[in-house]
């Protein structure tokens, strides 16, 4: 029972990662900490070692939906190599940062995090007139017979992405839940391209957060292995539905879905 539920909880949560950009993670750690309070079957999980999981699935989850994004033309590399600067030792210094996070301060700080990311990704914007930086790094992709121009300034791009690869080490988010909106409201990067973009980055990133969580000690093996057949499938099944809806679909259940965990977590933290 519980190898068949761990499948469909990988399905899912890399299904909705892939779709939308977030890794799978920012469902999947909510998840298993819930059934661990629920279930003795589940009381392996602990914030360190469901961080540990999550990090392994979302390797396969993003390495599934990247070569499906990368057939179709979605990830613009140049501007993911250039996060994956800063993604990379951030995420080295928030897997260290994980060991010191208390359970019910985990809960708590999560769950804040993600209602911060939603209120950043309320914020209206005119997508006719993008915004402007100094020293920007112009970029050019183009996606269905339509061409986006947007801006990605080089020093703003490795701070952000240093600030990202820290909270996806420390929380297993993959940073994608803050990425993707920073990506579109900050860069002008339409939502297509920053979801495909983002699970790009993750791919390397959650290899570095993987590696640093073994060398912890972090990981529980003989439940890992379970997720990772359903991050596989799941993330070709979410990558394959994105291409079949708009832009502003997309950013409406990004919206959708960081409202309800953060409130979810916040909840657990105070309980």
Request: aromatic content about 12%.
């Amino acid at each position: 029972m519980v190898f068949l539920l761990c499948i469909l909880i990988g399905i899912i949560t890399a299904f909705i990662g892939a779709l939308m950009g977030l890794g799978g993670g920012v469902v999947l750690i909510p998840s298993l900490l819930f059934l661990a309070q629920i279930s003795e079957a589940f009381s392996w999980v602990t914030p360190q070692s469901v961080v540990g999981i999550s990090l392994i699935a979302m390797v396969f989850t993003a390495l599934s939906s990247t070569i499906a994004y990368l057939k179709s033309g979605r990830v613009d590399y140049k501007t993911g190599l250039l996060f994956l600067v800063g993604s990379v030792p951030g995420g080295m210094i928030g897997s260290w940062l994980n060991q010191y996070i208390e359970t019910d301060n985990f809960l708590l700080y999560f769950g804040l995090l993600i209602i911060v990311v939603s209120m950043l990704f309320l914020l209206k914007r005119d997508p006719s007139q993008p915004k402007t930086l100094q020293g920007k790094q112009s970029r050019r992709m183009e996606l269905n017979g339509e061409v986006y121009t947007y801006h990605v300034p080089i020093w703003t791009a490795f701070f952000v992405s240093l600030v990202v690869g820290t909270l996806s080490g420390l929380f297993g988010i993959g940073g994608g839940s803050i990425m993707v909106p920073v990506m579109i409201l900050l860069f002008g990067m339409p939502a297509h391209i920053a979801i495909a973009t983002s699970m790009f980055m993750i791919f390397f990133v959650s290899i570095i957060g993987a590696g640093s969580h073994i060398t912890l000690g972090h990981i529980v093996w003989e439940y890992a292995f379970l997720f990772i057949p359903g991050a596989w499938i799941g993330g070709k099944l979410g990558a394959k539905v994105n291409q079949l809806l708009t832009g502003k679909v997309l950013e409406g259940i990004l919206r959708i879905v960081l409202i309800v965990i953060g409130i979810r977590m916040i909840y657990q933290g105070l309980m």
